[in-house]
C-alpha cells in the first residue's frame, strides 16, 4: 500500500502546485520479477473462464456487466478500507479527529506547506478537525470505465461479444512491446527500458 495515498489525494485536490513532485519510490519496494507471456496468458484465460459464466467462449454484455459491478464493489470496498487506515495513521492520538499538526505530520515535506488551506476548506463543519467523514468525502473516486469502454477496448470485430482470443488480446499486445527481445520473457531491465521509454510511441 502506498503511504498516504487518500491524504495525498486530499492535498492534490486542494493545493496541486504544493504537490508538483512525484512520489518517491519506496526502498523497502521489491525489484520487478521477470514476468512470462505464458503465465500472462494463462492469467488472462483464468479471468476470462470466471467471467463466461454461460460457458460459451464468449463474453456477452451481460456477463460483463455482472463482472464490471462485482469489481466495482471490490474496489470501492478497498478504497474504503485504505482511507480508514489512512485516517487512523494520521489520527496519533486516536481521538477519531484529524488535527493540523497531525495531518502536517502524515504528510511528505513536499506537500505540507497545503495542509492549512487543505483543512480549512475540507473542514465543512468548520471545528478545525477533520472527521474520518470529511477526510474520505476529499478522496477522489476511482475511474473504473464502463462495458461500453470494455467492449470498445476488447471487442476487435464489433460483434458485441468478446471472445477468449479478443479478451487476451490488449494484454499480450502490451507483453510483447515490453519484450523487446522477443524471448517470450519481461525482464527487469525490459519494464525499466519500457518505463523510461516516451509515452505515446
Avoid: C
Amino acid at each position: 500500500m502506498t503511504k498516504f495515498l487518500p491524504l495525498a489525494a486530499i492535498l492534490a485536490v486542494v493545493a496541486p502546485s504544493v504537490l508538483a513532485a512525484p512520489p518517491k519510490a519506496s526502498a523497502a519496494k521489491a525489484a520487478p520479477r521477470e514476468a512470462t507471456r505464458a503465465a500472462l496468458q494463462a492469467r488472462l484465460d483464468a479471468r476470462f473462464a470466471q467471467i463466461d459464466t454461460n460457458k460459451d467462449g464468449s463474453l456477452g454484455r451481460a456477463e460483463i456487466e455482472v463482472a464490471h459491478s462485482q469489481f466495482v464493489g471490490l474496489n470501492k470496498a478497498a478504497v474504503s478500507n485504505e482511507i480508514r487506515q489512512e485516517f487512523a495513521a494520521t489520527d496519533a492520538d486516536k481521538d477519531g479527529q484529524a488535527t493540523v499538526e497531525e495531518m502536517t505530520a502524515a504528510t511528505p515535506a513536499e506537500g505540507r506547506a497545503g495542509v492549512p488551506q487543505a483543512l480549512a476548506k475540507l473542514d465543512s463543519n468548520k471545528d478545525g478537525k477533520l472527521s474520518l467523514a470529511e477526510f474520505a468525502a476529499a478522496v477522489p473516486a476511482p475511474s473504473l470505465g464502463s462495458t461500453a469502454d470494455f467492449l470498445a477496448r476488447f471487442d476487435a470485430d464489433k460483434d458485441g461479444k468478446v471472445t477468449a482470443a479478443e479478451y487476451r488480446g490488449p494484454g499480450l499486445a502490451a507483453f510483447d512491446q515490453i519484450d523487446a527481445n522477443k524471448d517470450g520473457k519481461v525482464t527487469a531491465a525490459e519494464q525499466q527500458a519500457a518505463r523510461n521509454a516516451p509515452q505515446g510511441r
